[in-house]
């Protein structure tokens, strides 16, 4: 199985401050690596695909990059809606994994 | 695209439960789907994927053997047949729609299951 290691697990940002978070594989993925976002009490929903493609509606203020192994998330200019629950989860084989979350607070 | 789930509750140890999610907004059986779950404060855990065809199915070893996914093209609706549950188990499980790879591009609103005697 494919292990992710997700860091933070948690991270505080002040409004319109930059925010990365990283996920490694344990192997490489050839980029199909996706990003999640929960906030408290929802359904997760899609941000990002295939390393780099936003999914419609995703502000373009996210935006993701990596290869191999290494792969990151990243917003640009915090906001008070992007407090959530983020999960990278890679999606090159089966079993499908994710990493373990970061968690994403307003400082 | 609408993902409706069903048939979560309270079940003891040992025990069986059918989930039932119903799809609308889209061709559902132009579609692999899938079921995730993530148990209270924790991360989510993929549990199963059907293809579109519904002749092909993955599984995790946490499940396999225990957990059967199918789908009705007819009726637009995945199952998730769950038996000799445990306490492991207890989580809240989501509807999905597998994305242009397999990724989960389309969410229900979740369904719990609780496993307790």
């Known amino acids: 199985d494919i292990q992710m290691t997700q860091s933070p697990a948690s991270l505080s940002a002040s409004l319109g401050e930059t925010v990365s978070i990283e996920c490694l594989t344990s192997?490489?993925?050839?980029?199909?690596l996706a990003w999640y976002q929960q906030k408290s009490g929802k359904s997760p929903q899609l941000l990002i695909y295939?390393?780099?493609r936003l999914q419609d509606g995703v502000p373009s203020r996210f935006s993701g990059s990596g290869s191999g192994t290494r792969y990151s998330l990243k917003i640009s200019g915090m906001q008070p809606e992007d407090e959530a629950d983020y999960f990278c989860?890679?999606?090159?084989?089966?079993?499908?994994?994710f990493g373990s979350g970061t968690k994403l607070e307003i400082k | 695209v609408q993902l409706v789930e069903s048939g979560g509750g309270l079940v003891q140890p040992g025990r069986s439960l059918k989930l039932s999610c119903a799809a609308s907004?889209?061709?559902?059986?132009?579609?692999?789907m899938a079921w995730v779950r993530q148990a209270p404060k924790k991360g989510l855990e993929w549990v199963a994927t059907?293809?579109?065809?519904?002749?092909?199915?993955y599984y995790p070893d946490s499940v396999r053997g225990r957990f059967t996914i199918s789908r009705d093209s007819a009726k637009r609706g995945l199952y998730l047949q769950m038996n000799s549950l445990t306490s492991e188990d207890t989580a809240t499980y989501y509807c999905?729609?597998?994305?242009?790879?397999?990724?989960?591009?389309?969410w229900g609103q979740g369904v719990m299951v609780t496993v307790s005697s």
């Open positions: 999905t729609r597998h994305g242009l790879r397999i990724d989960f591009d389309y």
């Open positions: 907004g889209f061709t559902f059986s132009d579609y692999y």
């Open positions: 059907i293809s579109s065809s519904g002749s092909t199915t």
């Open positions: 192997e490489g993925i050839s980029n199909d």
């Open positions: 295939t390393t780099s």
């Open positions: 989860q890679q999606s090159y084989k089966y079993p499908l994994t």
